[in-house]
């Protein structure tokens, strides 16, 4: 067999492995990805956006795509009848309607079918790493020396096989990830917690709905199940529970056309089903994250139940944790015992997540789309360092209680809207990446020998600065509104995935900050 060599070997070629993909050649970083299945998924399974994922696929330049592929923000809701025609529905929204309240993201979340969404994440991967994405490719197996991986794939099509070398090998491969189990990482948690048959079908539902138009339809009727719009006009899934009818035939489309009827409340609905999907609902968490030189990411590291959308967003939100981590690396430029610090910052949010999504399965006419939950993520780890007084504030990995900006060590660069500058950089977040980034006030020069400090010892870093002074007297000025002190002499030093990793006064010693920044990437 033929051997050949990369940095990173990505294996799964969903969401989560796409993101991943896209994310580190943006850092350069040289990966092969690899898909058993010959294309994206063509089922809508996940469809929730939230607004932290909506802000990672800003930093690739998938934003506006996204968007236009998505629901109209309006949507966003949930309904709750007997059918779909009940009179006396219950439709309920977001906390915070688009434009009410502060403004925390320059990029809200919205519902956008995975069979939409994957299609995008391919093209994007594709245009950066061109043939390096490789669908229809299957890990047959592989060998973790502790220096490297040796994988054995092959290629559906032509039953080719090749060996491929890889440093560091990351599993994306879903809930029964191969990767996991050769890797030796086991899984807690309940599984078996209901199991559904999802039914893939198109129906003029549109003018049905046009009233009480909403993401996904909750039927009150025990057994009954729901719907989750696809684009809310033709095209529909219907999540039967199978636990109602364990006899439930998925090839019987005669029988799966009256259960939708019943389920619409029109006996003459025109059905056409598409094809069928059956899942079962679990709730695990994988024992680690990363055993030598292979780290997981997404469902194969945690099965989130799907009650309240944040398992695809999560899965994402591990790839941006371990992106910039696996490019200083790769790259020299930090020790391997950074990517400790992947597990130790993300694990603890997945088992909130999970737990709250629980508790939503628990209480499911109780809970609400929350868009914002994702930005609350603040991290605890030797990647970040802490203040010097210690400060309870955030109450732990996740505040499902909402989201509260802030600048302490470890929570995500709050959003500011900026109105001066390049066209593209209309938020604090835009000035991040991808390398470190400090940020200043626009009237602190103090801060621009520390950065040169820096540069000057070998460590990629850009200073960027935020106007102090407000636009109108009455208005307090960006650099106030972003850190809460209208003095110029705290920065912040920002990780490339957005997060802060340090926040003080200037030092009086210009071998201070070089000094901070190896602490971060030495993650010792």
Same mark, same amino acid.
């Given at each position: 067999?033929?051997?050949?060599?990369?940095?990173?070997?990505?294996?799964?070629?969903?969401?989560?492995? @796409?993101?991943?993909?896209?994310?580190?050649?943006? =850092?350069?970083?040289?990966?092969?990805?690899?898909?058993?299945?010959?294309?994206?998924?063509?089922?809508?399974?996940?469809?929730?956006?939230?607004?932290?994922?909506?802000?990672? %696929?800003?930093?690739?330049?998938?934003?506006?795509?996204?968007?236009?592929?998505?629901?109209?923000?309006?949507?966003?809701?949930?309904?709750?009848?007997?059918?779909?025609?009940?009179?006396?529905?219950?439709?309920?929204?977001? #906390?915070?309607? $688009?434009?009410?309240?502060?403004?925390?993201?320059? !990029?809200?979340?919205?519902?956008?079918?995975?069979?939409?969404?994957? #299609?995008?994440?391919?093209?994007?991967?594709?245009? @950066?790493?061109?043939?390096?994405?490789?669908?229809?490719?299957? /890990?047959?197996?592989?060998?973790?020396?502790? /220096?490297?991986?040796?994988?054995?794939?092959?290629?559906?099509?032509?039953?080719?096989?090749?060996?491929?070398?890889?440093? +560091?090998?990351?599993?994306?491969?879903?809930?029964?990830?191969?990767?996991?189990?050769?890797?030796?990482?086991?899984?807690?948690?309940?599984?078996?917690?209901?199991? =559904?048959? !999802?039914?893939?079908?198109?129906?003029?539902?549109?003018?049905?709905?046009?009233?009480?138009?909403?993401?996904? =339809? %909750?039927?009150?009727?025990?057994?009954?199940?729901?719907?989750?719009?696809?684009?809310?006009?033709?095209?529909?899934? =219907?999540?039967? $529970?199978?636990?109602?009818?364990?006899?439930?035939?998925?090839?019987?489309?005669? %029988?799966?056309?009256?259960?939708?009827?019943?389920?619409?409340?029109?006996?003459?609905?025109?059905?056409?089903?598409?094809?069928?999907?059956?899942?079962?609902?679990?709730?695990? /968490?994988?024992? !680690?994250?990363?055993?030598?030189?292979?780290?997981?990411?997404?469902?194969?590291? *945690?099965?989130? $139940?799907?009650?309240?959308?944040?398992?695809?967003?999560?899965?994402?939100?591990?790839?941006?944790?371990?992106?910039?981590? /696996?490019?200083?690396?790769?790259?020299?430029?930090?020790?391997?015992?950074?990517?400790?610090?992947?597990?130790?910052?993300?694990?603890?949010?997945?088992?909130?997540?999970?737990?709250?999504?629980?508790?939503?399965?628990?209480? #499911?006419?109780?809970?609400?789309?929350?868009?914002?939950?994702?930005?609350?993520?603040?991290?605890? !780890?030797?990647?970040?360092?802490?203040? $010097?007084?210690?400060?309870?504030?955030?109450?732990?990995?996740?505040?499902?209680?909402?989201?509260?900006?802030?600048?302490?060590?470890?929570?995500?660069?709050? *959003?500011?809207? @900026?109105?001066?500058?390049?066209?593209?950089?209309?938020?604090?977040?835009?000035?991040?990446?991808?390398? %470190?980034?400090?940020?200043?006030?626009?009237?602190?020069?103090? +801060?621009?020998?520390?950065?040169?400090?820096?540069?000057?010892?070998?460590?990629?870093?850009?200073?960027?600065?935020?106007?102090?002074?407000?636009?109108?007297?009455?208005?307090?000025?960006? +650099?106030?509104?972003?850190?809460?002190?209208?003095?110029?002499?705290?920065?912040?030093?920002?990780r490339p995935d957005g997060h802060i990793a340090w926040r003080g006064t200037c030092p009086a010693d210009l071998s201070t900050?070089?000094?901070?920044?190896?602490?971060?990437?030495?993650?010792?």
């Amino acid at each position: 067999m033929t051997e050949s060599h990369t940095s990173v070997l990505i294996v799964g070629g969903g969401p989560a492995g @796409l993101a991943l993909s896209c994310l580190l050649s943006g =850092y350069g970083v040289d990966h092969v990805l690899i898909e058993a299945h010959p294309a994206v998924s063509r089922h809508p399974k996940a469809r929730g956006v939230c607004a932290r994922s909506m802000e990672i %696929f800003r930093r690739i330049g998938l934003e506006s795509a996204v968007r236009a592929a998505g629901l109209p923000s309006g949507q966003v809701r949930f309904y709750r009848g007997r059918d779909l025609v009940d009179p006396d529905y219950v439709r309920t929204g977001p #906390p915070q309607e $688009p434009g009410e309240g502060p403004e925390h993201t320059p !990029s809200p979340g919205l519902i956008c079918s995975q069979d939409v969404l994957e #299609p995008l994440l391919l093209r994007r991967a594709e245009e @950066l790493a061109g043939s390096r994405v490789r669908f229809g490719a299957r /890990l047959d197996s592989f060998a973790d020396d502790g /220096l490297g991986v040796q994988a054995v794939i092959e290629e559906r099509a032509t039953g080719r096989r090749y060996c491929l070398r890889a440093d +560091w090998l990351v599993g994306c491969d879903g809930a029964a990830s191969t990767v996991r189990e050769g890797a030796g990482i086991s899984m807690e948690g309940p599984t078996g917690l209901g199991r =559904y048959l !999802s039914v893939r079908f198109e129906a003029p539902l549109g003018r049905v709905v046009a009233d009480r138009a909403s993401a996904s =339809y %909750f039927l009150t009727v025990p057994g009954r199940g729901g719907f989750m719009a696809v684009d809310n006009d033709s095209h529909w899934i =219907y999540q039967y $529970p199978l636990g109602a009818d364990p006899a439930a035939d998925p090839a019987d489309h005669r %029988f799966l056309a009256g259960l939708v009827r019943t389920a619409a409340g029109i006996p003459d609905l025109d059905v056409t089903i598409h094809d069928t999907m059956t899942w079962r609902m679990d709730a695990q /968490l994988a024992d !680690s994250y990363h055993h030598s030189r292979v780290l997981l990411a997404g469902d194969a590291a *945690h099965v989130i $139940p799907p009650t309240g959308g944040h398992g695809m967003n999560t899965g994402i939100g591990d790839t941006d944790n371990l992106a910039w981590k /696996l490019a200083a690396v790769v790259s020299g430029h930090a020790a391997e015992a950074l990517l400790d610090t992947y597990g130790t910052e993300r694990r603890p949010v997945a088992r909130q997540v999970i737990d709250i999504s629980m508790a939503n399965a628990a209480n #499911p006419s109780g809970y609400r789309i929350d868009d914002e939950l994702l930005l609350t993520a603040a991290y605890r !780890s030797a990647a970040v360092i802490p203040a $010097p007084v210690a400060d309870d504030g955030h109450p732990g990995a996740l505040d499902a209680t909402g989201y509260r900006p802030g600048c302490r060590p470890g929570e995500r660069l709050p *959003h500011v809207r @900026l109105t001066e500058g390049p066209a593209h950089v209309t938020s604090t977040l835009d000035l991040v990446g991808p390398d %470190f980034t400090l940020v200043a006030a626009d009237d602190a020069p103090q +801060w621009r020998p520390q950065a040169e400090a820096v540069r000057q010892a070998g460590i990629p870093l850009t200073l960027r600065t935020v106007r102090t002074a407000a636009q109108r007297e009455a208005e307090a000025g960006p +650099w106030a509104r972003l850190t809460g002190a209208e003095h110029a002499d705290v920065a912040l030093l920002v990780r490339p995935d957005g997060h802060i990793a340090w926040r003080g006064t200037c030092p009086a010693d210009l071998s201070t900050l070089p000094a901070l920044v190896r602490r971060v990437r030495a993650a010792s």
